[in-house]
């Protein structure tokens, strides 16, 4: 089949890429480009897991082709943190116990990210509706919620100094 | 919230904190690696061609095409398989590839290796097969009666553990009588009987079986997966590959979530035949669908439970009859089957109990263990059926569960003597916090369950590698699943043994030739035995360390002590030695300090008569457990939502509370999906839900936040009276949730999962009378 050229833009860095057109951003990114962070499970949209931001936009990277991702900036989990420090959802999710076997991990972070960039302070419920689209099947979930409150309240701390 | 045993007070530093898990920066970062993650340069990649009928006879098979396919390096099928190989748990019955007949949808054919993975799925295109279908039989009741066909007509020539009773269709048939139930029978006020069935249900992991493998020139095959059991691979690896055990070596790697489907030969065999064939390295990681259609799922099961009670409330007699439906190979069902039966009896003290207890081959995917084998089922209908009764003779269904609940000294149903039991606290403590008596809405429900649980034995090795700076390394062929278990729990018990911070503590896990022996991933086991034997290690390290500062301070070893990372002398603490500098001196004087730990649980004693055919025959340092669930039906739809949940689980002792309390809240999750939304929906044979979308997992949106109580009745042998945690947390919410919503509508559902169309209907039904 033949290949497109395809720049990419991932985690402020650029890339280049020829791809078959219909690959997957999912692949790319673990199999092109090796940021295995994010992770593939269901490859149609319902678990999360594979969840990436597009222009600060959340998507399910196993839905998209990649070349829809031209000229766009791509955020993984391993790019949410400004240095090596843990970015503070990060490290919510270690503190809160948010996370066992952690393969649901790189998703939920991509999304809290997405909602406390929404939303600075959300309530219990809104935390909980905004997340529906990422699965967890170890966690029960309490542990989670527990993490997003208190990356909420951290970020809140960080965002008035 | 915590309650502690009035009478143990542990001055500890390290264990029972609510410590963050070492693995946790590297899953949120994205660099942890799993399974799925593997990769090498030229690698292979592995698909597996399955069947797509039910069962039948292969008429012909041709490779032909698809091998000549550009980039396809390799396929196997059963002709490379000496006829005579069958493998298994505890019976070897399973094939490689299905040879002459197919018994189950989705069973394997062949497995090919190809340049990449597109190529590899364009290639099973081009396999082409012709079947005679034969006779399916799905119902595992069917599958009993006199006539039916045989599944495997071979039956009498397979091998496996000489105490399983096997005939015709059925690959086990353990039973358990105590006591004499048929006069007790007699004897009682009452007689109840029900009939409870359930669904076959999936783990849920979210990262699909993955693993590689390549083979060294002496002919040693190297397989990295990730397995939740290394050691446990070797045997059924050696006979596939025909190899001896020390020349396969199997790595575990970061494990997405495995509930125990990650037990068993998922992936492993057939990279290691690819790598051998072909000579490359070789990789396989499952789609969804193989997931769905054949990985090793929850049975699905038909229970017979009937009751004898007395006037007062005493139940004097429990029978039953569990049918397990094993699917086309017996899988783990052998043992499972063996649980089920010690489960019929609850959480109460019968006298006079029978059980028989099958697992049945039907033309379905073979099943495997998930959390809880057998139990989440089998209390499902003891304890609906508990509260049936109580509503018939007007009893207090919480009053009728603590007069009948097992205590300290009684027998269990096998005849052992229990200790440490818990099973009243935990009742009070739940009942009290989800307030069972308060007024309720009406379609709002509150229900209860109760149980006994046990924690798998078997043995455990640790090394404790004092480094030159005064830190470890824990290396043990166990292995952190997700659940805490060495990350949080055996690395807290290693620390707290040296006086160390739980940073202090490196881990080097399952690899089958460099970390020494583990009975596996299992059975809520890892925290419990592996702990034991690192808590030895750990104690032969603090001893050598003791040694060696006694000979360089010339200090007499009774006066010295390990804290803060030194050694002091305790009548002069001024003078003192680091952790640090006698590591290092050692290195070059007298030898590196290495500790040893190799710890078995010693079997527990039971009445050897009172069970037969039963490879499980009691419960290991039981644990007891209560769980409440409040729920709000909606009358138009018949949709059930869980509004709160409350979980009691005696723990023994919590190494960290927040690690027990996550395996809790995980397992009732888990356990609210099967008890209302999951099922691999079979029809005819066919798997009609392999996919995500079908298969309802609960959401973050499905279920309240779960509020837990850790009750700590510490067991004699368990680390500092731990007992095993992670299993147990599923094996409630369906009975509890069944009971809640019968007393929502006032109907008894006998059929899981309870769905919004079972509802629905019962709502109906119950209108119309
Ligand atoms: S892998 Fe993309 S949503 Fe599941
Ligand atoms: S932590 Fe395992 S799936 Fe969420």
């Known amino acids: 089949m033949t290949k497109v050229p395809l720049p990419l833009k991932v985690n402020g860095s650029d890339y280049y890429v020829e791809i078959e057109p219909h690959r997957t951003l999912l692949d790319v990114l673990r199999e092109d480009l090796g940021f295995t962070g994010t992770k593939e499970s269901c490859r149609e949209g319902e678990c999360g897991v594979c969840t990436v931001s597009l222009d600060n936009k959340t998507i399910n990277s196993c839905l998209l082709p990649a070349v829809a991702a031209r000229g766009k900036e791509i955020i993984t989990v391993e790019g949410i943190a400004a240095s090596e420090e843990l970015h503070p959802i990060q490290k919510a999710f270690v503190d809160c116990h948010g996370l066992q076997c952690g393969f649901c991990t790189p998703g939920f972070i991509m999304s809290a990210k997405a909602l406390l960039d929404e939303n600075e302070n959300p309530t219990e419920e809104e935390i909980r509706s905004y997340l529906a689209g990422n699965l967890c099947r170890c966690t029960g979930y309490n542990g989670i919620v527990d993490a997003v409150k208190q990356a909420a309240s951290e970020l809140r701390k960080l965002n008035k100094v | ?769």
């Open chain 2, 1 to 769: 919230m915590i309650t502690k045993d009035k009478e143990k007070v542990q001055e500890t530093t390290v264990v029972g904190k609510r410590l963050n898990r070492l693995d946790g920066p590297d899953k949120v970062t994205g660099k942890f690696v799993y399974g799925a993650d593997l990769d090498a340069s030229g690698i292979l990649h592995c698909k597996v061609f399955r069947s797509s009928i039910p069962h039948g006879r292969i008429k012909r098979l041709d490779i032909s095409k698809a091998l000549a396919y550009p980039g396809v390096r390799a396929i196997m099928t059963a002709k490379d398989i000496p006829a005579h190989i069958r493998y298994g748990h505890t019976l070897k019955d399973e094939v490689v590839f299905a040879r002459d007949y197919v018994r189950y949808y989705g069973e394997a054919i062949a497995a090919l290796a190809a340049d990449t993975r597109e190529i590899a799925e364009k290639a099973l295109n081009l396999i082409e097969i012709e079947y005679e279908p034969l006779p399916v039989i799905t119902d595992p009741e069917e599958a009993l009666k006199p006539g039916a066909p045989l599944l495997h007509p071979d039956w009498k020539e397979y091998t496996g553990n000489p105490a399983l009773i096997r005939y015709d269709n059925v690959c086990t048939h353990a039973s358990i009588d105590l006591g004499d139930v048929e006069k007790a029978f007699e004897e009682a006020d009452y007689v109840f009987e029900d009939r409870y069935t359930s669904q076959m249900a999936h783990q849920g992991y979210l990262e699909a079986r993955a693993g590689m493998a390549h083979v060294e020139a002496d002919g040693t095959v190297v397989i990295t997966s990730s397995t939740q059991n290394p050691f446990g691979l070797l045997g059924n690896l050696s006979e596939i590959l025909q190899l001896p055990t020390s020349k396969i070596r199997v790595i575990s790697t970061g494990v997405g979530g495995g509930f125990g489907g990650k037990l068993d030969l998922g992936v492993e065999h057939f990279v290691a035949l690819l790598a051998r064939k072909t000579g490359r390295q070789v990789k396989y990681l499952w789609d969804r669908e193989e997931e769905m259609k054949a990985a090793a799922p929850r049975e699905g099961s038909v229970i017979y439970v009937k009751t004898g009670i007395m006037k007062d409330g005493t139940i004097i007699a429990r029978q039953g009859k569990v049918i397990l439906d094993a699917g086309a190979y017996s899988g783990d069902d052998t043992v499972i089957a063996s649980v089920a039966a010690l489960v019929i009896r609850g959480s109460y003290n019968i006298p006079n109990v029978k059980v028989d207890s099958l697992a049945v081959y039907t033309n379905k995917a073979n099943c495997g263990a998930y959390r809880g084998p057998g139990a989440p089922q089998t209390y499902y209908a003891i304890e609906s059926h508990l509260d049936k009764i109580a509503e018939k003779l007007n009893f207090d269904r919480v009053e009728l569960r603590k007069q009948n609940a097992l205590k300290n000294g009684d027998l269990g149903p096998t005849g052992q003597i229990l200790e440490s039991v818990s099973m009243e606290e935990t009742i009070t403590k739940v009942v009290e916090k989800i307030e069972m008596d308060q007024p309720r809405p009406k379609y709002t429900g509150r229900g209860l369950s109760c149980a006994i649980w046990t924690s798998a034995g078997g043995s455990s090795c640790a090394y404790v590698q004092l480094n030159d700076d005064g830190t470890v390394v824990l290396i043990t062929g166990g292995k952190e699943i997700g659940t805490g278990a060495i990350t949080m729990g055996v690395a807290q018990i290693v620390a707290e043994e040296l006086g160390l911070d739980i940073t202090d503590v490196r881990l080097v896990t399952g690899d089958t030739h460099a970390t020494p022996f583990d009975f596996g991933a299992q059975g809520g086991r890892t925290t419990f035995n592996v702990g034991n034997a690192a808590q030895i290690a750990a104690q032969d390290v603090k001893w050598q360390v003791l040694q060696a500062a006694s000979e360089k301070m010339n200090i007499p070893l009774e006066s010295l002590e390990l804290q803060n990372k030194k050694v002091y002398d305790k009548d002069n603490p001024t003078t003192n030695i680091s952790l640090a500098e006698i590591a290092a001196d050692r290195v070059w004087n007298g030898g590196p300090i290495l500790g040893r730990g190799s710890f078995i649980i010693q079997p527990t004693e039971y009445d050897t008569s009172t069970i037969k055919g039963g490879v499980y025959p009691v419960f290991n340092f039981p644990s007891f457990h209560t769980h409440a669930a409040e729920v709000e039906v909606d009358p138009d739809t018949g949709e059930v939502t869980v509004t709160r949940y409350v979980a009691a689980q005696d723990v023994g002792f919590a190494i960290n509370p927040t690690g027990a309390e996550g395996q809790i809240t995980g397992g009732v999750v888990q356990g609210i999906g099967y008890a209302l939304s999951e099922e691999i929906i079979y029809k005819d044979g066919f798997v009609l839900n392999p996919n995500m979308t079908d298969y309802k997992m609960p959401t973050i949106m499905d279920v309240p936040r779960i509020e837990t109580i850790l009750v700590e009745s510490s067991s004699k042998v368990g680390p500092y009276g731990a007992k095993g945690v992670g299993e147990a947390p599923i094996i409630l919410p369906a009975a509890a949730i069944a009971n809640a919503v019968a007393d929502a509508i006032g109907v008894h559902i006998h059929d899981l999962p309870i769905t919004a169309e079972k509802v629905l209907k019962a709502i109906k039904q119950k209108q119309d009378k």
